[in-house]
């Protein structure tokens, strides 16, 4: 008995402490998202919602805006996000409430924001000291308003300009600004349009099939990196899960532009959260790039998105990268400079991915099993939305657990906008190595954050078969999870390698659909999931596909005229087996 209340106290002492020092974070970032009013919240029910990110570095914190937030948030570890409620559009407008896909730029000492609009009326914002939320028009009326703007300064010739567009039928655009007025100095260039008939992954549909739909392209934003301009975009809808970015290059701010042959640089269409598109490259405190994007849900709504982060960067070739595999894994915080080409994974593995679990009760078709199928579309609900609801996941036997990321599903969710300051998740973690006897490792009864993505991050690793989280409030709706991720490693066997990793694409000889290959292999008996890796080139494996529980992929966005390259690896919870031999399909 001595032992074991030793034992609560450790466990409870060591994760009050590790916050502070916490060197992770996972996807989806954990922020408290909006309950959003579009489309159709009467019909669809009330969920939350965000998407078209931009992140900056401004004196000395991190600055996030995204599409009706009814304000924006900062950081300074990229890890901790605290909202500030501001409304930046003028009484007679009337666009979904707020800011949608807005512009964040900075110019000297001066943070630019300006939101979407169709009209030449809407407001550029001002701010030294956005963290303390004071603003002022710079601009009353932009004529130079559009859908998803970015204002771009060139610092090096300290001038401005703004890309924008969002359509299935216009390309993007870009503009210069007068650099003392703001307003457009010239006329406006069209900078960018899809060639879904040679990229793949620009076609419409959830798998890159669709092809009756033109594809949208929007997001434009633009890096520039060794006095070259990478124009960023994004494609072909946010609703899909290979909603991904592209980018092209050129020597000046307005072109002409080049595709990159390594494309799209940001794209996740398989794990937990799907989707890395319409998004911003930002470089953090210690100079090491990142890219923020849009992670599609989808479920209640076409438009229920959240947030993700990536490591990215332009290798030694200046080719412009975002590094996804396992990109919804724990991953390391900002540090130092670091190269993204190099892992930024923590090497901590899911421990109960279709594992079994019990619950206190379940609603409807809401089963149980859908906490734990990787799949963030899906979820778990109780009945209810009392204390004492709960879910206990069997991790299959006892696992060193480094970390838990829990994801709420806003089943019957009543409220819009922010829930009030006192409303926050509430509840414990729980384990156990018998499903019997249970210790609290982290009590979150009193808590007021709001945290519909928390993640928790154990400074020391507790050894448990069974994790339980016992619900004690919600700020609204029932208790739901689309996911209960605890991680760490088991002490077992790690998958071998691959064998008989096959691709079947049309040869360039011979007529056929070439943007589209099959990819098939040996199952490996000892793997949760794969994923594997493709490129132009066998030193530049950028592009990775997370796949659960299969072992062929139907990959349907590749670019029409390039050879390309494969290799694949499986895992499992006690870590990654290694690679298979690289691949080719011309």
């Known amino acids: 008995m001595k032992f074991k209340l030793f034992t609560v106290f450790f466990l409870v002492f060591h994760l009050t402490v590790s916050f502070a020092q916490q060197q992770t974070y996972c996807n989806p970032i ?99 000291l956005p963290d303390q939320k004071k603003w002022k028009e710079l601009v009353h009326k932009s004529e130079a308003a559009a859908w998803d703007p970015q204002i771009f300064w060139d610092q090096e010739k300290d001038e401005l300009y703004e890309y924008y567009g969002s359509s299935n039928l216009y390309p993007l655009y870009g503009v210069k600004l007068n650099r003392k007025t703001f307003q457009p100095e010239g006329e406006r260039i069209p900078v960018l349009a899809l060639n879904d008939d040679e990229h793949g992954w620009e076609r419409f549909g959830e798998h890159n099939d669709n092809t009756f739909l033109q594809p949208f392209t929007e997001g434009a934003f633009m890096t520039k990196y060794k006095q070259k301009y990478y124009l960023q975009y994004g494609a072909p809808g946010t609703e899909f899960s290979g909603y991904a970015d592209g980018v092209y290059i050129g020597d000046g701010p307005l072109g002409p532009f080049n595709y990159q042959s390594h494309n799209p640089f940001s794209y996740k269409p398989g794990g937990f959260a799907r989707g890395a598109g319409h998004g911003a490259t930002f470089q953090d405190a210690f100079g090491a790039y990142w890219h923020v994007s849009t992670i599609g849900i989808c479920t ?50 899911l421990l109960n991915y279709n594992k079994p679990v019990q619950v206190s009760s379940t609603l409807g078709g809401y089963q149980p099993n859908f906490s734990v199928d990787e799949d963030i579309k899906t979820y778990w609900s109780a009945k209810t939305g009392l204390a004492g609801e709960y879910l206990i996941s069997d991790l299959g036997e006892t696992s060193k657990i480094h970390a838990i990321q829990l994801n709420y599903a806003d089943q019957d969710a009543e409220i819009m906008g922010k829930p009030i300051s006192t409303a926050g998740h509430k509840y414990k973690l729980l384990c156990s190595s018998d499903g019997k006897h249970w210790t609290t490792f982290l009590d979150q009864s009193t808590s007021n954050i709001d945290a519909p993505h928390a993640y928790h991050e154990l400074e020391k690793p507790i050894l448990a078969r069974y994790v339980k989280i016992e619900n004690i409030a919600m700020p609204t709706g029932k208790f739901a999870l689309s996911g209960l991720r605890v991680f760490g490693l088991q002490n077992s066997t790690k998958p071998g390698q691959v064998s008989q990793f096959v691709s079947l694409r049309s040869s360039p000889k011979i007529k056929g659909e070439r943007r589209n290959v099959w990819f098939k292999w040996q199952l490996e008996p000892f793997a949760d999931g794969y994923v594997i890796y493709f490129g132009k080139s066998p030193e530049k494996l950028y592009g990775s596909i997370m796949v659960y529980g299969k072992n062929e992929y139907y990959f349907s966005g590749l670019d029409k005229s390039d050879a390309y390259y494969f290799q694949i690896e499986a895992f499992n919870a006690a870590g990654i087996g290694p690679k298979s031999p690289i691949i080719k399909a011309d």
């Open 30 to 128: 954990d922020i408290d998202y909006g309950y959003c009013p579009i489309p159709n919240f009467v019909t669809q029910g009330k969920h939350r919602a965000t998407a078209d990110p931009v992140i900056t570095f401004f004196k000395g914190k991190y600055y996030l805006f995204s599409t009706n937030q009814w304000g924006y948030w900062h950081s300074s570890d990229m890890l901790n996000w605290t909202f500030i409620s501001q409304k930046f559009l003028r009484p007679e407008h009337k666009v979904y409430d707020e800011l949608c896909a807005p512009s964040l730029s900075f110019v000297n000492d001066t943070l630019l924001v300006v939101g979407s609009t169709q009209g030449k009326d809407f407001p550029i914002w001002m701010s030294t």
């Open 300 to 349: 209640k709504n076409n438009f229920e998105r959240r947030l993700g982060i990536w490591p990215a960067g332009f290798d030694q070739d200046d080719v412009m990268y975002s590094n996804t595999a396992y990109g919804d894994y724990p991953t390391y915080l900002p540090s130092f400079k670091k190269d993204h080409l190099q892992p930024s994974f923590r090497g901590w593995m």
